[in-house]
């Protein structure tokens, strides 16, 4: 096995045992940085923080709102009009693609890819009460992904290409199956100057922190897959007590649904090493929108 795959394996495991039972508590099922917002017992709040309004939050089946693991409202960004086909990588529970299937109408049509069999599973739960019928989730992996070239209009993303190892082929297949004149908007967690110690350490990655890139390594990749018109539109930055909500509610947890590596064989961290940590990436982790067009 390669060690991209081990990574996207491990990945995969963590968000499987990040999605919520039936009835069990939204609290310990935090990921990529939603909770970095709120407190983390209060999910509903944390994304409305996420940039979600209250009537968006409104529309949707629950469990899509308290198994919604990203760190922004993509299609807040985006002016998809009605029969659009809108493309969102790393689909989880279904949220986004719940979104924009209601912003495309009947005409249009929203599909996800995912690559974790118990998100694309509890993404289907989500589709089914929804009573939307122009939503799909197909099972694949954002570096090869399992649609047509030049097939969607729009391509969206909440908080999954940081876990990506293999960033430069997620934007050429970006910029594969755009139409020409289509737009991408991902919410990603970016970096900058993160420490080594930080970058090193797994039990980070699939908490969205050490995988993440920087800004210029960001719109440089979208640029070299061939997109223009690539900008930040919008950031979110997280302060000390924020990052210290979100590595104590990712990583404290034994034994829990958390997706931030407590489940691994590297162990969790203390509160006093997530208070460090915390202090140490104030001003280091951000949310931030990315917009691009294909020529
Ligand atoms: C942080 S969650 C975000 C889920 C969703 N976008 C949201 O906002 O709730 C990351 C999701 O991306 C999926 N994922 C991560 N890496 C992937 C890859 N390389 N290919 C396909 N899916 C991936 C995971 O299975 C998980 O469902």
């Known amino acids: 096995m390669t060690q991209e795959q081990a990574i996207r394996d491990q990945v995969a495991q963590d968000y499987a045992k990040a999605v919520l039972r039936p009835g069990a508590a939204p609290s310990s099922s935090s990921c990529c940085g939603v ?10 709040v ?16 629950e469990d899509a709102v308290v198994n919604s693991f990203g760190c922004g409202n993509p299609t807040a960004f985006t002016n998809v009009k009605k029969g659009d086909v809108v ?48 939503v799909e989730v197909r099972k694949g992996i954002i570096e090869n992904m399992p649609i047509e070239d030049a097939s969607v209009d729009w391509v969206i993303s909440n908080c999954v290409i940081n876990l990506s190892p293999e960033k430069t082929k997620v934007f ?18 970016v970096v900058e100057d993160l420490p080594e110690s930080v970058r090193n350490d797994p039990r980070l990655y699939s908490c969205c922190v050490s995988g993440a890139i920087n800004e210029t390594q960001y719109l440089q990749g979208l640029r070299d897959a061939g ?26 947890e034994e034994n829990t649904s958390s997706c931030c590596g ?12 997530a208070s460090a940590m915390a202090s140490d990436l104030e001003g280091k982790i951000w949310s931030a929108n990315f917009s691009a067009r294909k020529p």
């Open 262 to 273: 407590s489940d691994s064989a590297s162990g969790g961290l203390s509160a006093e090493q």
């Open 87 to 134: 493309l969102d990588l790393g689909s989880g529970a279904g949220i986004d693609i719940l979104l924009a299937a209601k912003k495309v109408g009947p005409t249009g049509r929203a599909i996800g890819i995912d690559m974790t069999d118990k998100m694309i599973a509890k993404a289907n739960e989500n589709i089914a009460n929804s009573g939307l019928d122009n």
């Open 35 to 44: 909770d970095a917002c709120c407190q983390p017992e209060q999910k509903g």
């Open 227 to 252: 997109l223009e018109d690539v900008e930040v539109v919008d950031r979110f930055v997280y302060n000390s007590e924020q990052l210290k909500a979100f590595l104590a509610s990712e990583i404290l």
């Open 172 to 189: 050429k297949e970006i910029a594969r199956v755009l139409k020409p004149g289509g737009q991408v908007l991902v919410s990603d967690l």
């Open 46 to 61: 944390a994304v409305k923080s996420a940039g979600y309004s209250a009537d968006e939050l409104a529309s949707l089946p």
